[in-house]
């Protein structure tokens, strides 16, 4: 059986015993069902993992003491910011999780004409941490050892003006060019994806007033967060290390 990670905010150190939160000890306990003895592994957002093995249980507390450290190989050469277009529940939770998975090393989610979703006040700082829980998710699971970053929206307008120094491709479905056609600097690229509704014409050449290059992946319409996928896996694979 694979031996499961589990992120720690704290940092961590050989030797040293490590309570669990509760929600992740009762993943463990009633989820994995672990006992004494077994083997997990602990990453602390440093690049670095643990193994470590369980040493005591209670019942809504896992206590594991962390041995050898040793580097996470899961980190990608390739800086991928993903400029991502609110979209409805399920479909950004997906978005976020794939792109997490696939090596994404920024998101910053956008307010866009046709997100069709609005985040005020509290709404904002929940879908925050709800996203934030699933990175951490994906990264365990995938076995990177550091935290995809994601900001507080922005509006389009904001989100089009930044990172000027950097390669900016435009996920648009009929554009002339396709990611193949595209050279990128220095292994960083700026990828921008659209909500359920793609961006409006007036949003199309804003982007291209600042410097976005339009692509396209292929003859068909993708859902966002099947374009997502298609996107950053297609990027991987010509810059990265997706083989």
């Known amino acids: 059986m694979r031996v499961p990670r589990v992120y720690i905010e704290e940092k ?20 994995l069902r672990l006992r004494v003895g077994d083997q997990v592994k602990l990453f602390d957002n440093s690049g670095l993992q643990f ?12 206590h594991v003491k962390a041995e050898e450290q040793e580097e996470c190989l899961g980190e990608s050469p390739l800086d991928i910011t993903l400029c991502l277009a609110v979209s409805k529940g ?23 004409e ?7 006040g509290d709404r904002e700082t929940n879908k925050l941490t709800h996203w934030k829980k699933i990175i951490v998710g994906a990264t365990e699971q995938s076995g990177r050892g550091v935290l995809t970053k994601i900001e507080s929206p922005v509006a389009f307008d904001e989100a089009i ?29 700026i990828l921008m994806v659209g909500s359920e509704g793609g961006f409006s014409d007036f949003e199309f050449q804003k982007a291209m007033d600042n410097n976005f290059v339009p692509v396209n992946v292929g003859p068909r319409i ?15 694979q010509l810059w990265g290390d997706l083989n």
């Open 12 to 31: 961590i150190y050989s030797g040293e015993i490590t309570s669990l939160s509760s929600d992740k000890a009762h993943h463990i306990l009633h989820v």
């Open 51 to 62: 193994n470590a093995h369980i040493v005591e249980t209670e019942k809504r507390a896992v």
């Open 90 to 112: 399920q479909h950004m939770d997906f978005s976020i999780q794939k792109a997490v998975e696939l090596g994404v090393k920024n998101i910053t989610p956008i307010i866009s």
């Open 114 to 120: 046709y997100s069709n979703v609005k985040l005020v």
């Open 161 to 189: 003006e930044s990172h000027d120094e950097v390669t900016k491709i435009l996920l648009y479905p009929g554009a002339e060019k396709s990611m193949s056609d595209i050279e990128i600097k220095e292994r960083k690229l």
């Open 222 to 236: 993708l859902r966002a967060e099947t374009a997502v996928v298609c996107g950053v896996s297609l990027a991987q």
